[in-house]
């Protein structure tokens, strides 16, 4: 079994006097981490969000209605609150006035849940995010030597928990999730009418990984307004399949500024959508897909190790550039993604002077781990 890092920090917030919300994509593995820390279903009510009659009960919940629902128990886990409406108010009520009894929720939507919640429940909650599999998680499992050896198949597959477990079957479990699992919350929500525009959107995007991204362009490729593509991609990226970098500028006069690039949470589902799963000795794009791979398991590791920063990518007007920056306490951190250890970079001139107190670093498959695993 593979141990999930955040299993002890949300063990650490039980009966602590504030729920416990737990977000991700589906299939990231939410519901499974919290059969690990309760592994006994004595003393726990599990609810589903996806129920309709769960949803119907929930919209009118008490605390005294939840009270004699939970009968002796002392703990409710709710899957896919999201689903709920008014969700945050009932678990407020909850908080409030059951003050021995522990909630707990996960969602897949940050949009729906967090929206929902953050204002009933401010200063009630501690809020986690789960992201599929990271590579320290799987260091710890196996080994560091084991996981460097499957690198070049995590770039290609990515770390959704059901890939990692289905051994020559990767493909199919993709497929599935790509197709189905993956739009779930995102075709719920209002402004999600057209799967067949979300999906050429996604395949520009995945296309794109790397490079900025320009939202008229989208538009224009996808055939549907600026304002839509803004919109699907601020939806997709509360459903935690992809993900803003914005552009750093402070400094200089020609640092580009308000531009962006997107990158997805997971390589497996960017390769699902264009239907490329070739080695990726083969494949023209490694250099993107090592860029992808290499900043989302970042993400990774900051998050799960209360590393706070800002994260931005550098670029000039003049193509120079450096693809991924952190400000972490006042100290910038720039790093370059090389997925051939061999070619030589060096730091440009105009960031060094402009930034003459930033770090600078060029990650390869060779020093990887420092990056993911030592800060």
């Given at each position: 079994m593979i141990q999930r890092v955040l299993k002890e920090q949300i063990k650490d917030q039980i009966f602590t006097g504030k729920a416990i919300i737990l977000l991700g994509s589906r299939q990231t593995g939410k519901t499974s981490l919290l059969t690990d820390v309760f592994p006994s279903?004595?003393?726990v009510l599990w609810l589903s969000g996806d129920d309709?009659?769960?949803?119907?009960?929930?919209?009118?919940?008490t605390a005294q209605r939840m009270r004699t629902l939970l009968g002796?128990?002392?703990?409710?886990v709710i899957d896919e609150a999201q689903r709920i409406k008014d969700i945050g108010l009932r678990m407020k009520a909850v908080t409030d006035q059951m003050k021995d009894v522990q909630l707990i929720a996960t969602g897949s939507s940050a949009f729906e849940l967090s929206n929902r919640?953050?204002?009933p429940l401010t200063g009630r909650k501690w809020e986690y995010q789960l992201y599929p599999l990271s590579f320290g998680e799987m260091v710890a499992h196996h080994g560091l030597l084991t996981e460097k050896r499957l690198l070049t198949h995590r770039l290609v597959y990515g770390y959704y928990p059901e890939v990692v477990t289905s051994i020559g079957k990767e493909r199919d479990v993709l497929k599935m999730l790509s197709d189905s699992y993956m739009y779930k919350d995102v075709l719920a929500l209002g402004s999600i009418k057209k799967s067949d525009k979300l999906q050429t959107l996604l395949q520009a995007i995945a296309f794109q990984v790397g490079d900025q991204v320009s939202y008229s362009e989208l538009a224009s490729t996808v055939g549907i307004d600026v304002k839509t593509v803004e919109s699907y991609i601020d939806v997709l990226e509360k459903c935690y399949i992809i993900f803003r970098l914005p552009s750093l500028s402070r400094n200089l006069r020609n640092e580009l500024k308000n531009n962006r690039k997107i990158y997805f949470y997971d390589n497996g589902i960017r390769n699902a959508l264009i239907s490329n799963f070739s080695p990726i000795e083969l494949r023209t794009d490694s250099g993107a897909l090592w860029e992808n791979f290499a900043i989302s398991e970042r993400i990774k590791f900051t998050s799960y190790g209360h590393l706070w920063c800002n994260r931005y990518f550098w670029r000039t007007h003049e193509q120079k550039e450096i693809d991924y920056v952190e400000d972490r306490d006042g100290q910038l951190s720039a790093f370059e993604f090389k997925y051939n250890p061999k070619k030589k970079v060096v730091v440009p001139k105009h960031f060094a002077e402009?930034?003459?107190?930033?770090?600078?670093?060029?990650?390869?498959?060779d020093n990887f781990e420092e990056f993911v695993l030592n800060g």
């Amino acid at each position: 079994m593979i141990q999930r890092v955040l299993k002890e920090q949300i063990k650490d917030q039980i009966f602590t006097g504030k729920a416990i919300i737990l977000l991700g994509s589906r299939q990231t593995g939410k519901t499974s981490l919290l059969t690990d820390v309760f592994p006994s279903e004595k003393g726990v009510l599990w609810l589903s969000g996806d129920d309709v009659d769960v949803q119907s009960m929930m919209e009118t919940m008490t605390a005294q209605r939840m009270r004699t629902l939970l009968g002796d128990r002392k703990i409710v886990v709710i899957d896919e609150a999201q689903r709920i409406k008014d969700i945050g108010l009932r678990m407020k009520a909850v908080t409030d006035q059951m003050k021995d009894v522990q909630l707990i929720a996960t969602g897949s939507s940050a949009f729906e849940l967090s929206n929902r919640l953050n204002e009933p429940l401010t200063g009630r909650k501690w809020e986690y995010q789960l992201y599929p599999l990271s590579f320290g998680e799987m260091v710890a499992h196996h080994g560091l030597l084991t996981e460097k050896r499957l690198l070049t198949h995590r770039l290609v597959y990515g770390y959704y928990p059901e890939v990692v477990t289905s051994i020559g079957k990767e493909r199919d479990v993709l497929k599935m999730l790509s197709d189905s699992y993956m739009y779930k919350d995102v075709l719920a929500l209002g402004s999600i009418k057209k799967s067949d525009k979300l999906q050429t959107l996604l395949q520009a995007i995945a296309f794109q990984v790397g490079d900025q991204v320009s939202y008229s362009e989208l538009a224009s490729t996808v055939g549907i307004d600026v304002k839509t593509v803004e919109s699907y991609i601020d939806v997709l990226e509360k459903c935690y399949i992809i993900f803003r970098l914005p552009s750093l500028s402070r400094n200089l006069r020609n640092e580009l500024k308000n531009n962006r690039k997107i990158y997805f949470y997971d390589n497996g589902i960017r390769n699902a959508l264009i239907s490329n799963f070739s080695p990726i000795e083969l494949r023209t794009d490694s250099g993107a897909l090592w860029e992808n791979f290499a900043i989302s398991e970042r993400i990774k590791f900051t998050s799960y190790g209360h590393l706070w920063c800002n994260r931005y990518f550098w670029r000039t007007h003049e193509q120079k550039e450096i693809d991924y920056v952190e400000d972490r306490d006042g100290q910038l951190s720039a790093f370059e993604f090389k997925y051939n250890p061999k070619k030589k970079v060096v730091v440009p001139k105009h960031f060094a002077e402009a930034y003459p107190t930033a770090t600078f670093k060029v990650i390869t498959p060779d020093n990887f781990e420092e990056f993911v695993l030592n800060g």
